[in-house]
């Protein structure tokens, strides 16, 4: 491992082994310049999107490995899904200028085959530079030209959009691996394509109804992969879900514990639902201060009288009877759900003190009685 402009850069054995395999089955002054422009531009495409993500407010690293590199990222604060796409756009962006600069340096005219087939070095850098930035720009998973279209399509479509994708990804790859079989011309290409298919059949064996984020989270974190864990807890809490994504969260103690603690601070925010879980959580392991002041940002951000409910039990447990009893009257006066606040009065443990209390029970009383529903 070493660091560049900022960023931790893992150099997996298989990346190495892959430009090792270029040289011995390519061969010759053509062989080298192969391998060593696609190691340095695998590294460029990787860190315009590690530099892209940190402009977004994301901490990212860079790892290399056997006929790929990727570009991992944490975000600290929540990023639209216009930078996420950006974020997909960056690494095969500055790929694609990068290398075209160097041949334009050298005198090689990219679009002209005479001019930058005129030697090892600018043919091996046309190929490592444009020729793979642009593949990668194609509206396939899992390109990065399939993630911008995801995100765009999840916009419309949220929680459905990857499968989508993934099924059109297929039906193209599936088309052009017939193409290049059958085509002289192109059958050499038959492998990259046949390589790009097998991802996507690997992600669709992997593509699977809605998890809790929290579970997947609990058994990566069980199984020691802690990064893992807070990758898709910050994913699942700085984006919106959709309510597609509302699965249930089905955590022990113990295991909220273990994975709060992978959760970075600042706490992320960004999708209600997972808010509300993550208040859940807080009040769970005893944090409930933190479960307070979180929950309160969350209320201020989405209205919601589920999480000003979540509030009045933080406020509650800390035996602040005041704050308590006002979130509780504003959770009240949301009355959505009314069923879902008149459940929390009935059996949060943090409001055992203070169900008998004379304000309290006139509330829960309130909830019995037909009112407007707010929106």
């Given at each position: 491992?070493?660091?560049?402009?900022?960023?931790?850069?893992h150099?997996?054995?298989?990346?190495?082994?892959?430009?090792?395999?270029?040289?011995?089955?390519?061969?010759?002054?053509?062989g080298?310049?192969?391998?060593?422009?696609?190691a340095?531009?695998?590294?460029?495409h990787?860190?315009?999107?590690?530099?892209?993500?940190?402009?977004?407010?994301?901490?990212?690293?860079?790892?290399?490995?056997?006929?790929?590199?990727?570009?991992?990222?944490?975000?600290?604060?929540?990023?639209?899904?216009?930078?996420?796409?950006?974020?997909?756009?960056?690494?095969?962006?500055?790929?694609?200028?990068?290398?075209?600069a160097?041949?334009?340096?050298?005198?090689?005219?990219?679009?002209?085959?005479?001019?930058?087939?005129?030697?090892?070095?600018?043919?091996?850098?046309?190929?490592?530079?444009?020729?793979?930035?642009?593949?990668?720009?194609?509206p396939?998973?899992?390109?990065?030209?399939?993630?911008?279209?995801?995100?765009?399509?999840?916009?419309?479509?949220?929680?459905?959009?990857?499968?989508?994708?993934?099924?059109?990804?297929?039906?193209?790859?599936?088309?052009a691996?017939?193409?290049?079989?059958?085509?002289?011309?192109?059958?050499?290409?038959?492998?990259?394509?046949g390589?790009v298919?097998?991802?996507?059949?690997?992600?669709?064996?992997?593509?699977?109804?809605?998890?809790?984020?929290?579970?997947?989270?609990?058994?990566?974190v069980?199984?020691?992969?802690?990064?893992?864990?807070?990758?898709?807890?910050?994913?699942?809490?700085?984006q919106?879900?959709?309510?597609?994504?509302?699965?249930?969260?089905?955590?022990?103690?113990?295991?909220?514990?273990?994975?709060?603690?992978?959760i970075?601070?600042?706490?992320?925010?960004?999708?209600?639902?997972?808010?509300?879980?993550?208040?859940?959580?807080?009040?769970?392991?005893?944090?409930?201060?933190?479960?307070?002041?979180?929950?309160a940002?969350?209320?201020?951000?989405?209205?919601?009288?589920?999480?000003?409910?979540?509030?009045?039990r933080?406020?509650?447990?800390?035996?602040?009877?005041?704050?308590?009893?006002?979130?509780?009257?504003?959770?009240?006066?949301?009355?959505?759900?009314?069923?879902?606040?008149?459940?929390?009065?009935?059996?949060?443990?943090?409001?055992?003190?203070?169900?008998?209390?004379?304000?309290?029970?006139?509330?829960?009383?309130?909830?019995?009685?037909?009112?407007?529903v707010?929106?």
């Open positions: 491992m070493f660091r560049l402009l900022g960023f931790d850069v150099v997996r054995p298989g990346f190495i082994m892959f430009m090792l395999l270029i040289v011995v089955l390519v061969g010759g002054d053509y080298l310049w192969l391998a060593g422009s696609l340095v531009f695998t590294l460029i990787e860190l315009g999107h590690a530099v892209a993500a940190r402009r977004a407010g994301a901490k990212a690293e860079i790892s290399l490995n056997f006929l790929a590199g990727y570009a991992s990222y944490v975000p600290t604060r929540p990023i639209s899904r216009a930078q996420q796409a950006w974020i997909s756009f960056a690494g095969p962006a500055i790929q694609i200028v990068v290398s075209v160097i041949l334009v340096a050298m005198g090689a005219n990219p679009i002209d085959p005479d001019s930058f087939d005129s030697s090892a070095a600018s043919l091996a850098i046309w190929w490592a530079g444009p020729v793979i930035g642009l593949f990668n720009l194609l396939i998973l899992p390109l990065d030209g399939g993630h911008i279209v995801q995100n765009g399509l999840d916009r419309i479509l949220p929680g459905r959009a990857e499968r989508i994708v993934l099924w059109m990804s297929i039906a193209v790859t599936g088309a691996a017939v193409a290049v079989i059958v085509s002289d011309r192109y059958r050499g290409f038959a492998l990259v394509v390589f298919l097998v991802m996507q059949l690997q992600m669709l064996g992997s593509s699977k109804p809605p998890v809790s984020p929290w579970r997947q989270a609990a058994d990566a069980a199984a020691g992969r802690t990064g893992k864990a807070r990758r898709i807890l910050v994913s699942a809490l700085s919106p879900q959709g309510r597609g994504h509302q699965a249930r969260f089905d955590l022990t103690a113990d295991e909220a514990a273990a994975v709060l603690d992978v970075p601070e600042p706490l992320p925010s960004g999708d209600s639902w997972n808010e509300y879980i993550l208040t859940n959580l807080l009040l769970v392991v005893g944090r409930y201060e933190d479960a307070a002041h979180y929950a940002d969350s209320y201020h951000r989405h209205p919601h009288a589920l999480i000003a409910a979540a509030v009045a933080a406020a509650a447990a800390l035996g602040d009877r005041a704050t308590a009893l006002g979130w509780l009257r504003t959770a009240v006066e949301r009355r959505s759900p009314a069923s879902g606040v008149a459940s929390v009065i009935d059996s949060s443990p943090e409001l055992a003190r203070l169900r008998h209390d004379p304000e309290v029970v006139a509330l829960r009383r309130s909830l019995d009685d037909p009112a407007p707010e929106g």
